[in-house]
Structures are given as structure tokens and as C-alpha cells.
């Protein structure tokens, strides 16, 4: 069985205990792999390399950072099939779209690389008295904490702007999904990046995710999970007044008036709903339909969506891939089962699928639309990140912001209407982060990325994460 390593002071270590987990291929739903169950003592090696390799890291030029970076961000493309099917094998999404990830992933490194050279810090002239200049100094040794949803995509959306910034990183990604972050590894070793300044520990997040979170010289923690992991961490981080990163769960509204364009608004729905099997937090789980259009609409998205080929990740023509694992496909179903006691009325799916021959034993779910539940009930409000939608009819701008905003998430938000006063007027009441006009996923990386309430503290993206892998401080000097 191949082993994944642990990538500390660059070189390819087990964990210091030999200790291992069992790493599935969820369209299978069998082992294909072996990922280092490591622990506090892997942590604490690597913290130290990674404190001495700050030391010269934090003073290596802007010139050279950049070069690495992009080095990194160069070989990810080069190798975006290999990666892409390893990232499908492991995750379940469709392959074609984690080709797409993968570019992503290199594009993480090709932003923060140049964000290097081009961030620059305050200076405030006092009228001949003094002159402040502020000194932007990377932290120290940093751990960044990623999901199993987009895998490779998030971790890089971390690691790039913590190295680029001065730091050095211990980074985790989940124990579902190691794969990418492995070949990560071997990525940076042929890139050059110097040995400690980024070290990859794999493991359990309760096990060593939280020595990383308790550790007190990790000076800071940027983690993207659900919400109740996020309260676990920032319960322990806060009383060390460590600097802290939160992109957490969300429940998104998609909201679709009478006056937008059926068609556009049809089509991204389809993908916004199930895109990555409705893994991905940015998901409208929610569709809020205007009542004139209700049905049409409706109608229309059921015959959409009973198109979309299940099945095989690496197959060219799937649409919907696996569930990542056995207890997330439980859970999925589980609320499937809740909306019914609810009194859900299944419009389509609702089940999971068997496949035949090599996948028989892969968790697959069909691409699931309820209609006819409270706005505020359960399966309306939790996060069930997977291929579920709920409709919901409205009649006025006034109600829909009512249902939209009545979750204790905040992520994002879509909404579709060619009316642009009501949709400036929406999108100022609605209670997220991130608010879509007539479009979905459009990502421009120099934007504050993340949410309020409960879906998360801090911005991401942009100067926002340059600045969060940064303390300033201010340099008075009397005239
Ligand atoms: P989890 O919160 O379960 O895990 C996220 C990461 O944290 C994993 O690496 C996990 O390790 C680790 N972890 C778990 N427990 C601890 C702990 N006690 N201390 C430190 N680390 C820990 O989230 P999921 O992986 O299930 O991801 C899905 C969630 O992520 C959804 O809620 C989704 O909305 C959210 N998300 C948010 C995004 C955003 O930008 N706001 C983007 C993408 C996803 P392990 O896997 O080994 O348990």
C-alpha cells in the first residue's frame, strides 16, 4: 500500500510514532492509500526546523521569494493532469473540475508571489513634529489548517500568502483528502523552496491539528472548516491572544426574481447547487424563487438537474462524483431523512445511487430538490454540504431578505434580477459576505474573501491576507 509522508525540514519523514490511517478512494469506497496518523511530537520537529528556517526566510529578498513561489505555482501547472486525477481519486469531484482547482491552486502561488513585491506599508507625516512609517514584519511560524472540500485549492489559497508575507508554515490539510498536499511536497522540493520554511504534517484534526492550534510559539492559525471546529479552536487560541483566521460553514441563499434572466439564472443555479456534489461552502443551498416564476422555475431546474450524469469522477462526462467519505454520504442522508419528518416534499432524488462493477461500493447521492418546508426549519437552516437544494416561493424584496438573512450563517449570497436598484438595495440588507449579481463563483483574488455570523471572522484574499500573515508596527520618529 503507498504511504504518504510527512514533508518537514524538506525531507519525505513518517511520523515519529509509525503510526498510520487508512486513506479511501471515495468513489470506490476502498483503501487505496496509507497517511501518517501523526501527533504532537511530529509538530514540535517541526517547529523547530521551521523556527530556524525563519530566521534566514523572513530575510530572503522579495525577488527571490517571488521566484520560488512562481516555481511552485510553474510545476503545479506542469503537472495539472497527474494532479487533477490524483485530487479526483481522492476527493470524488469530477476530474475535469479538479483540472480547474489545480489551476487554481497554481494561481494561489503566481498572486501572493507578486503580492510580494508589489505590498507596501503605511507612512503618516506629522505637519513637521514627527513622521510615522509603518513596518509591515512577517509573524514567525504560522499553521494553516484546510478542509477536504476543495483540497489543494484552499491549502494554496493559505500557505502562498503565509510564505509570501516572510512566515513559515506547519500546515495540515484534511486526513480525508491528503493526496495533493503530498504532491505538494514533492512540488516545493523540486522548486527550491528552502529547507523548514514550509513543513506539510498530516494527521487527525483532533490530534495533531490541535497540538498545532495549542502550541504556543505557533504564533498564528488560519483555518477553513465547519463552524463548530471553529469555535474549538478559537477557544484555545484566544486566551494565547493568537492571531486568528476563521472560514467557516454556510447556508447560501440563491435568490431568483421574476425579472432576471431565466436562462442565465437557470443554468448557474444548476451549477451552484451541485457543483463538487454541493461540497463547496460558497453552495446556494437555499433557492429563494420569486412566487410569479415559482413554478417555471421549478419545472425547469427539476429537468436541468435530472440531466446531470452521476457516477465515476473520472469519467469525462460525469457531472456529480462521489461523496468524500462514509460518514459525510451518512450525514447527507441523514438530512435528507429530516427534511422528509419535516415534511419535505421530494421533488427529485433523495437517495443514494449503487453503481455498478468497480464503484458498487462508492458513496453516491442523487442530486436532491425539496420543496414545502418552513424557511426556518432545520434542513433550512443547518449546513448539509452536499448535492440537497431547497425551493422556497416569496412574494416581496422584503421577505426574501427575511428568509435569506434567518440562518446563523453568513457566507454568501446570489441574486438574480436585472432591476438594479432592487439589486443594490438587496445586496446592502443581506447578511454576508460575499454577494453575487447575476453570477456565481466570479473570483477576482484581490477581494475580501469570507463571511459574518457564524460563518467565520477575517478576510482572506488580497491585501487582507497580506496584511492578516503580517503584524505592523509603528516607527515615530520626532522631527
Ligand atoms: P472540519 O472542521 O471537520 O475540518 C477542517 C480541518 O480542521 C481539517 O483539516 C480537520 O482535520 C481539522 N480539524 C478538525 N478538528 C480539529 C481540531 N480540534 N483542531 C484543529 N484542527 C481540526 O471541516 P471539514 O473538513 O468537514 O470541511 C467542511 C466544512 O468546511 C464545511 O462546514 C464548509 O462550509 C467549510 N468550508 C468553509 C469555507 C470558507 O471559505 N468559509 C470553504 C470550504 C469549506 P480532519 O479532517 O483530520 O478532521
Given amino acids: ?32 492509500s ?3 496518523d501523526s501527533d504532537e511530537t511530529d509538530i514540535e520537529e517541526a517547529l523547530t526546523h521551521a523556527e530556524l528556517a525563519f530566521e534566514t526566510w523572513r530575510l530572503t529578498s522579495l525577488e527571490e521569494r517571488f521566484k520560488v513561489l512562481n516555481r511552485i505555482a510553474e510545476l503545479i501547472d506542469a503537472n495539472n493532469d497527474m494532479l487533477a486525477v490524483a ?28 503580492a510580494a513585491m508589489q505590498f507596501a506599508s503605511e507612512s503618516h507625516n506629522m505637519e513637521g ?15 494553516c489548517i484546510s478542509p477536504w472540500n476543495l483540497p489543494l485549492y484552499l491549502f494554496t489559497w493559505k500557505i502562498a500568502p503565509a510564505l509570501a508575507a516572510g512566515n513559515c508554515v506547519i500546515a495540515k490539510p484534511s486526513e480525508i483528502t491528503p493526496m495533493t498536499a503530498f504532491l505538494l511536497s514533492e512540488i516545493c522540493r523540486e522548486a527550491g523552496l528552502p529547507k523548514g520554511v514550509l513543513n506539510i504534517v498530516h494527521g487527525l484534526g483532533p490530534k495533531v491539528g490541535n497540538a498545532m492550534v495549542s502550541h504556543p510559539r505557533i504564533k498564528a492559525i488560519s483555518f477553513t472548516g465547519g463552524t463548530s471546529t471553529g469555535k474549538h479552536i478559537a477557544a484555545i487560541a484566544a486566551p494565547m491572544f493568537k492571531k486568528l483566521s476563521l472560514e467557516l460553514g454556510g447556508k447560501n441563499p440563491n435568490i431568483i426574481f421574476a425579472d432576471c434572466d431565466f436562462d442565465k439564472a437557470l443554468k448557474t443555479t444548476v451549477q451552484s447547487s451541485f457543483m463538487n456534489q454541493g461540497e463547496i461552502c460558497l453552495c446556494g443551498s437555499r433557492i429563494l424563487i420569486e412566487r410569479s416564476i415559482y413554478n417555471k422555475f421549478r419545472d425547469a431546474l427539476i429537468k436541468e438537474v435530472a440531466q446531470m450524469k452521476v457516477g465515476d469522477p473520472l469519467d469525462k462526462e460525469t457531472k456529480v462524483g462521489a461523496i468524500v467519505s462514509k460518514m ?26 449503487q453503481m455498478q462493477g468497480a464503484h458498487g461500493a462508492g458513496w453516491y447521492i442523487a442530486p436532491t430538490i425539496i420543496e414545502n418546508l418552513a424557511y426556518d426549519c432545520r434542513t433550512n437552516t443547518e449546513e448539509i454540504f452536499g448535492p440537497v437544494v431547497t ?11 427575511t428568509i435569506a438573512n434567518c440562518t446563523e450563517y453568513g457566507l454568501a449570497s446570489s441574486i438574480w434580477t436585472n432591476n ?31 463571511g459574518v455570523k457564524q460563518s467565520g471572522v477575517g478576510r482572506e484574499g488580497g491585501w487582507e491576507a497580506m496584511k492578516f500573515f503580517t503584524e505592523a508596527k509603528n516607527v515615530c520618529i520626532k522631527l
Fill in 1 to 32: 500500500m503507498d504511504k504518504i509522508l510527512n514533508y518537514i525540514n524538506g525531507e519525505m519523514l513518517p511520523p515519529k510514532k509509525d503510526q498510520w490511517l487508512d486513506n479511501y478512494n471515495p468513489s470506490k469506497g476502498e483503501v487505496y
Fill in 391 to 401: 425551493i422556497i416561493p416569496f412574494d416581496t424584496d422584503a421577505e426574501a431578505l
Fill in 129 to 143: 513634529h514627527a513622521i510615522n512609517y509603518t513596518l509591515r514584519q512577517p509573524i514567525g511560524v504560522v499553521g
Fill in 328 to 353: 459525510h454520504f451518512e450525514k447527507v442522508l441523514s438530512y435528507i431523512e429530516l427534511a422528509k419528518q419535516e415534511g419535505g416534499n421530494i421533488l427529485l432524488g433523495g437517495t443514494s445511487l
Fill in 87 to 114: 485530487e479526483s481519486m481522492d476527493q470524488g469531484k469530477p476530474v475535469w473540475l479538479a483540472k480547474n482547482e489545480m489551476i487554481r491552486s497554481a494561481q494561489n502561488f503566481r498572486f501572493f508571489a507578486t
Fill in 420 to 450: 438594479l436598484t432592487r439589486a443594490h438595495k438587496v445586496a446592502a440588507g443581506i447578511q454576508s459576505g460575499i454577494v453575487w449579481i447575476n453570477c456565481w463563483l466570479l473570483r477576482d483574488l484581490r477581494t475580501p474573501f469570507g
Fill in 34 to 36: 496509507l497517511i501518517p
